[in-house]
């Protein structure tokens, strides 16, 4: 593993240990050359995806840490844990996995993240769903929320 600090390739290993989800190993690591520690995690990849683009066509390897960073994006200031985001991004990979494709929809991917959004954090979900779905204007917000939220008892009334 290259030193992120100095490049180096000589880097030991002083710690392993299996992350609390039993989803990856956490590596504490050291370079011979610099002394910098540093973390690294390994994960099981059961195969190579490829996300093929809605809007292009275009075929881009599949990104784990591209997933992760949109879904933090919509969680921005929330109220969930680190290891929760961890949780529900290692489960849309391993259900993407199993799907058994190595070329995976990018509309796939991004319904996985509605659903695993909408039992996670409602705001999140609909923050998710303005960019996935290209809201463009307030109303775009009024129709989504009309279609996803209930209405309470004794809410009749028109549409504002």
């Given at each position: 593993m290259r030193c992120p600090f100095c490049q180096n390739e000589d880097t030991q290993v002083k710690d392993s240990r299996p992350t609390e989800d039993g989803a990856s190993i956490r590596r504490r690591r050291q370079c011979g050359k610099c002394g910098a520690r540093f973390t690294t995690f390994e994960r099981v990849q059961l195969r190579e995806l490829v996300v093929v683009k809605r809007s292009t066509g275009k075929r881009v390897p599949f990104e784990r840490d591209k997933l992760l960073r949109s879904v933090k994006i919509?969680?921005?200031?929330?109220?969930?844990?680190?290891?929760?985001?961890?949780?529900?991004?290692?489960?849309?990979?391993r259900r993407l996995e199993s799907l058994g494709e190595t070329e995976i929809a990018s509309g796939v991917i991004g319904e996985m993240v509605m659903e695993a959004?909408?039992?996670?954090?409602?705001?999140?979900?609909?923050?998710?769903?303005?960019?996935?779905?290209?809201?463009?204007?307030?109303?775009?917000?009024?129709r989504f929320l009309g279609e996803v939220l209930p209405r309470a008892?004794?809410?009749?009334?028109?549409?504002?």
């Amino acid at each position: 593993m290259r030193c992120p600090f100095c490049q180096n390739e000589d880097t030991q290993v002083k710690d392993s240990r299996p992350t609390e989800d039993g989803a990856s190993i956490r590596r504490r690591r050291q370079c011979g050359k610099c002394g910098a520690r540093f973390t690294t995690f390994e994960r099981v990849q059961l195969r190579e995806l490829v996300v093929v683009k809605r809007s292009t066509g275009k075929r881009v390897p599949f990104e784990r840490d591209k997933l992760l960073r949109s879904v933090k994006i919509a969680l921005n200031k929330r109220p969930v844990e680190d290891e929760q985001i961890e949780q529900m991004v290692s489960g849309i990979v391993r259900r993407l996995e199993s799907l058994g494709e190595t070329e995976i929809a990018s509309g796939v991917i991004g319904e996985m993240v509605m659903e695993a959004l909408a039992n996670l954090d409602p705001v999140a979900y609909v923050r998710y769903a303005s960019v996935y779905q290209d809201f463009r204007e307030a109303g775009d917000f009024r129709r989504f929320l009309g279609e996803v939220l209930p209405r309470a008892p004794g809410e009749g009334g028109p549409d504002r």
